[in-house]
């Protein structure tokens, strides 16, 4: 017999042991991990090929399930790059994501490095009660959000969708979490060279939390610009409607222009991919850290 016969009759014979033993090879769990995320990666990306595939149909085609359509057509893109109507819902998106993205870096970490960094009565009792409010759904805040805005003139304007937004429980508790890893050591010494605290919150604790800010940016930007029940209660014009409003008013009761509201979703969608890949690694170690720092 040939080495490579008692080569194979070994493999053989460790493979039949392993069966009866009920082991099973050590390569099998690495392949079930591998293939139930490419399940995984299949169930999410289909939707989004789906939605590239309708935005290049004709209306007639947009029922058929195929994901290749039978005549490609660009002309949905035309139609909405030059309806003047989009780049307005896109700008509106564009400044209220990014206004309350810049609202929340500034003041969810001043407030979280409140909690962290100082010792005063009731310090617990208000953090306990910012975090209360994460188990309060949206829809029960839009009716005082809305006599809110009604008492104050903000009905149907940028501040109004604004200003729900402008602090969030959950962007606290992440900088907080992200200002205990901060040293003491460091806030005594800036405070012994003489700084007061808003500098040294400044100068010396936000640039140790990058990785914080860079998650709460992310989150609070993407949150905002797919954001549709609070806009489309708090808005009456169409002209300060935002992306997915104005998406919705593609169509009417009698029929919807599935294929325009597809393409203006497929165009809405590059801001987010791009940020999420460029930023990815900030998403995955802010959203880790914030869980073991608890």
Request: charged fraction near 15%; hydrophobic fraction near 50%.
């Amino acid at each position: 017999m040939t080495t490579v016969d008692n080569l194979t009759v070994k493999a053989s014979s460790k493979t039949l042991m392993a069966i009866k033993t009920g082991k099973r090879p050590k390569n099998m769990g690495q392949i079930i991990r591998w293939l139930l995320l490419f399940m995984g990666g299949i169930a999410m990306v289909t939707p989004i090929a789906y939605m590239i595939s309708t935005s290049l149909k004709f209306p007639h085609e947009v029922y058929n399930l195929n994901f290749i359509p039978d005549e490609p057509t660009i002309e949905n893109y035309t139609y909405v790059l030059e309806d003047g109507r989009f780049f307005g819902w896109f700008k509106n998106s564009l400044v209220i994501a990014t206004l309350t993205t810049i609202s929340n870096v500034l003041f969810d970490s001043l407030v979280g490095y409140t909690l962290c960094k100082f010792r005063f009565p009731g310090r617990t009792i208000i953090f306990v009660a910012i975090l209360s409010t994460l188990m309060i759904p949206t829809e029960m805040l839009v009716i005082p959000w809305y006599l809110m805005s009604q008492s104050f003139g903000w009905l149907d304007t940028q501040w109004g969708i604004m200003f729900p937004g402008l602090m969030t429980a959950f962007g606290t508790f992440l900088m907080k979490q992200f200002f205990e890893t901060v040293p003491d050591d460091f806030i005594e010494a800036a405070r012994i060279d003489g700084l007061n605290e808003l500098q040294i919150w400044w100068t010396v604790a936000m640039p140790l939390v990058k990785p914080a800010l860079a998650a709460l940016a992310i989150f609070v930007f993407l949150g905002n610009w797919t954001a549709f029940i609070w806009p489309l209660i708090v808005t009456n014009s169409m002209e300060m409607y935002t992306l997915p409003v104005g998406l919705s008013t593609f169509g009417d009761e009698a029929d919807v222009a599935w294929e325009l509201i597809m393409t203006g979703a497929a165009i809405s969608t590059l801001p987010t991919l791009v940020v999420f890949l460029v930023f990815q690694r900030y998403i995955i170690r802010g959203v880790v850290m914030a869980g073991l720092k608890g």
